[in-house]
């Protein structure tokens, strides 16, 4: 074999947004593996953090481009530059109330964002020949939001599910995995598209209902539970879903679409005093406990979906993934990790954070009762 060829097998993947929550922990799990070099280029917004991947930053298989997925001539020279062997795509804005507050950017990154890497990567592919032709993947992350909500006893979403996205966060993912989907059928370009579900553990910023939840009841602040706490989420362990995305990329048939989740559906106010219970266990320190007196029921968001679940069996009995983790187990590691990384989570919820949180729950008043009704 060639240098020239050897060099190309041993071509990166493209990892966009990969200082985010989920991408961060798709880098480490990869590189620990030894699958291989990894670019990842990322505008680092609020949500991405480069400390999330502070372990691997010298490692000579790991290159860091800080910028934006709209920047079509970055993207361009990134990916002549490094000729990567796949794209993985997560880059995004990604949290439903800021979507409420301020679509503007989800639809930007989101969509256009999506749209610039697709051009890029057709124009690409359009270069390639035999066998690095062949392997090249662009693996697009999305969500299952895109599939709206379910009643208490509607079926699990199913990749044949109509979409009908409600949130402008939903609505803007939605139209990416359709581009997606265009520029397979019209232009043959090899992607697959990977609609999961909620997915928690390390790195995740505290805007989300997990690590909000954690971080509030370290500091005896109020659990804003919306509503009637009764909306029922399909939780999955972030390295169950970084596990699954590489059986896609490795085995995944171009052109489908694969569904992920771990079949934990929980209502809110399950996954609150599950947590409540695992700090009081964990975190006896805490000012306040036990912590479920904590619970506080605020004004609902509006337009939410009452409830998610993920039929993922085609990516089970196709691909042969399964999760390896319960909530049980992967609820208990997480609360583990944001205990022993209070300085992650202090680091991440100074400055801009505190805006943040007043504009998204000054507003909601505390709802006396409403977990009562
Ligand atoms: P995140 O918000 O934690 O991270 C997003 C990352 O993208 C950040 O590092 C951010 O800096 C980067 N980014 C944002 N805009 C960018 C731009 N214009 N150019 C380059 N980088 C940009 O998100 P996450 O929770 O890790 O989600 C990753 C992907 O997975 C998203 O596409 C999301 O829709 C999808 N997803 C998330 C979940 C979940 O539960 N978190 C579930 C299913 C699917
Ligand atoms: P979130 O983590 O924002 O994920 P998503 O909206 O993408 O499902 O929220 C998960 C659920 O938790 C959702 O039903 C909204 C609810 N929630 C609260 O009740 N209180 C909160 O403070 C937050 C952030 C979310």
Known sequence: MSTKSRERLNAPILVTGGAGFIGSNFVLEWLGAGNGPVVNLDKLTYAGNPENLASVQESPEYTFVHGDICDAALVKQIIEQHRPRAVVHFAAESHVDRSILGPEAFLRTNIDGT??????????????????????????????????????????????????????????????????????????????????????????????????????????KPLPVYGDGQQVRDWLYVADHCRALMAVLERGRVGETYNVGGGNQRSNLEVVTTLCALLDELAPESPVKPHSQLITYVADRPGHDRRYAIDARKLEGELKWSAQESFETGLRKTVEWYLANAAWVESVTSGAYQNWVKQNYGSRESVAGEGSR
Request: proline share 8%.
């Open 115 to 220: 749209f610039t890497l697709l051009q890029a990567a057709r124009a690409f592919y359009g270069t390639l020949e035999g066998e690095e032709k062949e392997r090249f993947r662009f693996l697009h992350v999305s969500t299952d939001e895109v599939y709206g909500t379910l009643e208490p006893e509607d079926p699990a979403f199913h990749e044949e599910t109509p979409y009908a996205p409600n949130s402008p966060y939903a609505a803007s993912k939605a139209s990416s995995d359709h581009l997606v989907r265009a520029w397979v059928h019209t232009y043959g370009l090899p992607a697959i598209i990977t609609n999961c579900s909620n997915n928690y553990g390390p790195y995740q910023f505290p805007e989300k209902l997990i690590p909000l939840m954690i971080a509030n009841a370290g500091k005896g």
